[in-house]
């Protein structure tokens, strides 16, 4: 049986706003995408994840869905989207787009009928709760701060909603909701779609009995023990997944808001989600090799034999890693990039690189409150003002928590904008912008960019890269080590996060004739049983073996 299309997969995902302006209004769009096709097949990834691009008032970013049919128009039009569509498969590119099943707009029509009176046939489509002592029906906290439920005057209720106040909690125990989403899924399945990744998937369903959150002694931060993994949450996405997989090849990945690999595990598998993202891995803020162990054997352990790991270290809602990781060393940044781009895409696992990585793109921080655009960080700057704090800290807590860190233009030019756009964009242009870019990558020796284009094209030809499984997993003083084997082929990946030499083992690691395939610090290599692995180097060879 041939393996899913997915799993032989490199993802790349595109930040609408802030990919391409093709129509010069300083907003990313589908025309900007199309323009920037073969730029993408050039690189070798074969699967785009858009973020939202659904009619929105965007309080936070497109995730605030008032129309989930429409195109908003900062990206065009449905025949821009349709034209898409067919540009990325003719260059056989499959397409998934991020869906927001937990959550409306405020703005969405189906929220202003609920709104409208107690009797509403749409009012059950929400969770609205009376007031308990004259306030909020418990104690639920934002997880954008503050608290999570918001009183409407006209009714005389409270309704819920786990992030911003404009972005409304459906209820998911009403099956005119659920009835309502598969169809939305279905519209876009017969757009050509090739799939969904779903947004804050496990908190869909919260506790019926509404009971107060408690709090962890120590930190004295909520414990969301009442609003996300509850009872029914998998029976829902059974639902949906039983829905879309109707359709062939179609794909499924889940956001799920937990740092649990037990809770993670119960999500994605045979009748669920084809995977689900760990955050585990790739979120620590600053670098560890213990951690990054650790967690790719947890990651092994914990996994049934019918579930895949997903394999990523940025995404919009995290700080870039090379900025994490590079302890404000331009050097060690670099060379930190290329190792954890050549973990990404030899380790088991499907993996998802985020715009802007594979030149190495910096984190942005804004300067003023009035360069943030995140609501995140424009949350976190109103309370620590409320909670008497300056201007001046209210700023740093509020780039603390900012999203925007990751959210500025792609690099593609020295232009004024970058090349992303001929007029001032959305959002600030990141460091560096005028010498990092991808023309200029492209021009480099040895950049990151040349880097992340071999490893995609290593991976693709190499079944033991994309499909394998671990049949050794090791590490030995500051490297990782690992053996993977599929389809008669092996691959070695030794990957030195450390500034010392290491002496691979004499053999045994590979059966067959080692051939070297790849470094980052060296063209070729003689024998494998006396090769030296330099400081900071990743190297993979490759055998043939017999089945």
């Known amino acids: 049986m041939e393996a899913p299309w997915w799993k032989s997969a490199v993802f790349y995902e595109i930040y609408m706003p802030s990919f391409c302006d093709g129509n010069g209004d300083g907003i990313g769009d589908f025309a900007g995408i199309v323009s920037k096709l073969d730029e993408l097949r050039e690189l070798g990834v074969d699967g785009l994840w858009l973020t939202p691009f659904y009619l929105s008032p965007k309080v936070d970013n ?30 056989g590119m ?91 899924m279905g519209f876009w399945l017969d757009k050509g779609i090739d799939g969904f990744r779903l947004d804050v998937i496990n908190f869909l ?64 598998g045979t009748g669920l989600l084809d995977v689900v993202f760990n955050f585990n891995l790739g979120s620590q803020e600053t670098f560890s090799l213990d951690r990054l162990d650790t967690e790719l054997r947890k990651m092994e352990e914990v996994h049934a034999s019918d579930q895949v790991p997903t394999l990523f270290f940025s995404s919009h809602d995290m700080p870039r890693h090379i900025s994490r990781f590079g302890e404000c060393n331009p050097e060690l940044e670099e060379k930190r990039a290329k190792l954890i781009a050549a973990l990404m895409l030899t380790a088991k696992g499907v993996p998802f690189l985020y715009y802007g990585d594979e030149i190495g793109m910096r984190d942005f921080v804004a300067e003023t409150i009035e360069d943030m655009r995140d609501v995140q960080g424009l949350t976190a700057y109103r309370l620590a003002l409320a909670n008497g704090q300056s201007s001046e800290e209210a700023l740093r807590a509020a780039n603390a928590k900012c999203r925007d860190k990751s959210r500025t233009p792609m690099q593609w030019t020295d232009d004024t904008y970058g090349g992303f756009s001929a007029v001032e964009p959305w959002i600030g242009m990141g460091p560096q912008h005028r010498v990092l870019n991808v023309r200029a990558e492209k021009q480099r020796p040895g950049s990151i960019y040349a880097f992340y284009r071999e490893l995609i094209a290593l991976r693709r030809r190499h079944p033991a890269l994309h499909a394998g499984d671990y049949a050794r997993l090791e590490r030995r003083e500051d490297t990782l080590l690992y053996v993977k084997r599929a389809a008669g082929e092996e691959a070695l990946v030794a990957i030195n996060f450390g500034a010392k030499p290491l002496a691979l083992p004499s053999g045994g690691l590979l059966a067959g004739k080692p051939r070297f395939a790849l470094s980052n610090c060296r063209e070729s290599a003689g024998n494998i049983a006396s090769f030296i692995l330099r400081p900071y180097e990743a190297a993979v060879w490759v055998s043939e073996i017999n089945q």
């Open 94 to 184: 499959k397409v998934i787009v991020d869906l927001v099943l937990n959550h409306t707009s405020a703005e969405h029509p189906w929220f202003r009928e609920s709104r409208s009176s107690r009797t509403n046939p749409k009012r059950d489509w929400y969770i609205w709760k009376d007031p308990v002592n004259g306030g909020p029906p418990n104690n639920w906290e934002s997880f954008f701060g503050g608290p999570a439920w918001e009183f409407d005057e006209a009714t005389g209720q409270y309704y819920y909603h786990a992030f911003a106040k404009e972005q409304v909690d459906l209820n998911w125990t009403h099956p005119h909701v659920r009835t309502a989403m598969k169809e939305v």
């Open 205 to 268: 369903k919260v506790s019926g009995a509404f009971p107060d959150n408690p709090y962890d002694a120590a930190t004295g931060e909520q414990q969301h023990a009442h609003d996300k993994d509850q009872v029914g949450v998998l029976d829902a996405i059974a639902e949906i997944c039983a829905y879309v997989h109707e359709r062939e090849g179609a794909f499924m990945v889940g956001e799920v808001g937990s740092e649990d690999m037990d809770v993670l595990r119960r999500y994605s």
């Open 62 to 91: 497109g995730y605030d869905i008032a129309d989930y049919t429409a195109i908003d128009p900062d990206y065009g039009t449905m025949e821009d989207f349709e034209a898409f569509i067919r540009e990325a498969h003719a260059r």
